[in-house]
Each structure stands twice: as C-alpha cells, then as structure tokens.
C-alpha cells in the first residue's frame, strides 16, 4: 500500500534522548492514558510522547486530535509518557497529566490539549498550573492539587512514568514522539509526525 510505504518514510525524529540499558520487569507493560476507542477499536495507535517537546505538540495537534475528532471509536489512542532529561519541564507536565487521568479521559484529554496549546509559554518558566487552571473546573483544579500534594499518590505517579519509560525502551523508543500503530494482528512503528492526509489514506481502508 502506497499509503503505508509512505507514512513509514515520515521518520521526523526531533527530539532525543540518551537511553540506559538495564533489565526490563513484566510490570512494565502498562495500559498507558486511553484518550479514545477501547479494546474492541480496529485500528490502536501508542504514543510515547515528551509533553515539552516540540515535535511531540505538533502531533498531538495537527495529527492526534484530528484522528480522534475524524475516527472517534474506530481508533484506539493511547498515551505513555515518556519525558526527556534534556527537559527541564517535562516530568512535571507528566505528573500533572497522570493526576489528571485519575480524575477521567475527559479531564486527561482536556489537560493534555492545553499543556501542548501553552507548551511555549511554560516551558519558558515552568508555569504548568496558569495552562491548567484553564482546562478543568476548579473543583477538579481542587481534585488535582490534592492528589500532587499526597505523597503517597505522587509516589504511584511517579512509579508509573517510569515504567513507561522502561516500556518504550523496551519497544525500541530512543525519540519523541514514536508511534506504534497496530491493525489487522499488524504494527508500524513510526517515529515523527507524518502529514495528516497520509495518515488518513492510511486509516481510511482499515476502519471504512
């Protein structure tokens, strides 16, 4: 398929990171932030993604959302964090994005789509809370707060993003953002951001 030939060639890798080797446990294989579909979706896409990283807004924005907006069930999104030591703000976006998620998808998807919108003003200085405040209700901001401040709740978070850490060198990921696209007992690992047309001449003849 011409399509696929094609998505394969758009390897854009931006951003870098030095990875570690080292042993690799079973509880590494997490299920990551669902943020549409589920299980039974013909078509699931991962992303192992640094929220500071530039290349990775542009993914999330021009790519992602549209997929999401155009396939809704039929595409299966799921997010792992994967934070880069070159990024001061990265892990802390992470975190912010985790507790989220324990408030819902909803609330996950909405911190997530202003964290990439803002991402050239925090990542400046690192101001995470100004984006946040903008995404959810106060009672969830309130919810928010409350979870990074419980040490034992930030211990778990703190735990689960390095698992996924550990699940993408497992699969290979040296760059952000890597996808893994599964279809068909199939899957493509494709790392940058491809343009969103080839990405729908891809989708389009599994999931129509």
Not at 31 to 54: K, M, N, W, Y
Not at 59 to 83: H, N, T
Not at 162 to 178: A, D, H, Q, Y
């Amino acid at each position: 398929m011409f399509a696929v030939a094609l998505l394969l060639l758009f390897c854009l890798t931006a951003c870098q990171n030095e990875i570690p080797q080292g042993q690799i446990s079973e509880e590494a294989l997490l299920t990551g932030h669902v943020l549409s579909g589920s299980a039974d979706s013909p078509v699931r896409i991962e992303v192992f993604s640094d929220l500071q990283c530039p290349a990775c807004r542009e993914l999330f924005i021009g790519i992602i959302k549209p997929v999401m907006r155009d396939y809704q069930d039929a595409v299966s999104v799921v997010y792992y964090e994967f934070p880069l030591s070159g990024h001061q703000y990265a892990r802390p976006a992470a975190q912010i994005v985790a507790a989220a998620a324990r408030l819902g998808r909803q609330q996950a998807l909405s911190v997530y789509d202003v964290i990439y919108n803002d991402q050239v003003f925090w990542a400046v200085d690192g101001s995470l809370e100004t984006s946040v405040e903008k995404a959810l209700s106060g009672e969830d901001v309130r919810r928010l707060r409350q979870i990074l401040r419980d040490s034992k709740a930030l211990a778990e978070i703190n735990e689960n993003i390095e698992k996924e850490l550990l699940f993408g060198m497992r699969r290979g990921v040296n760059s952000t953002p890597t996808m893994f696209i599964s279809y068909d007992g199939k899957e493509e690992k494709v790392n940058g951001r491809p343009p969103y047309q080839v990405m729908k001449q891809f989708l389009d003849p599994i999931v129509k």
